[in-house]
């Protein structure tokens, strides 16, 4: 019966300790994952909105007297197109006509001078996130001569998306 005894005992005294070996080993883990969605957002500085250029002779050249500044609000590298509609009556073009004006801007890696901005969205600017452009400047070029003799009014429009790698 002692034996008996001892064979129990180291039994259980087996179980227990495999039991516990088998409580400090783990087939789980965890990872914690954060995640922060991509935010692509620009925005134009309150005043630099609109730029009001008033009678100007036919084939007059003439600059924003004032950088604008556009700002990346969001948290990604950002791409901005920049893009120039035509009016009512005159249409964008690369050289001055009838009824045709150029629109040109310079800033971000066109700092030192004016390209032609046009419809298609060809000229970008690059922004890091929380960096502001302000030495976006425009320069208009009217055309040579207008068959209207109305106010025309012209947009430039910014579009950001997010930079390729972003």
Request: proline share 2%; net charge negative; glycine share 8%.
């Amino acid at each position: 019966m002692n034996k008996l005894a001892i064979i129990v005992v180291l039994t259980v005294v087996i179980c227990f300790l495999g039991v516990s070996q088998a409580q400090a080993l783990s087939n789980t883990g965890e990872i914690a994952v954060t995640v922060t969605l991509s935010t692509v957002s620009i925005a134009i500085t309150a005043g630099d909105e609109t730029w009001a250029i008033g009678p100007v002779a036919a084939s007059t050249e003439t600059a924003t007297a004032a950088a604008l500044t556009v700002t990346n609000d969001g948290n990604v590298n950002v791409d901005i197109a920049i893009v120039c509609d035509g009016s009512t009556d005159w249409t964008i073009g690369e050289v001055a006509a009838s009824n045709v004006f150029i629109m040109k801007a310079q800033g971000g890696e066109f700092a030192t001078t004016y390209t032609y901005i046009g419809a298609s969205g060809d000229l970008k600017l690059d922004l890091a996130p929380a960096v502001a452009v302000d030495d976006l400047l425009l320069q208009f070029t009217a055309p040579t001569a207008s068959t209207s003799i109305d106010s025309q009014s012209i947009t430039v429009t910014l579009t950001a998306s997010a930079a390729s790698g972003s």
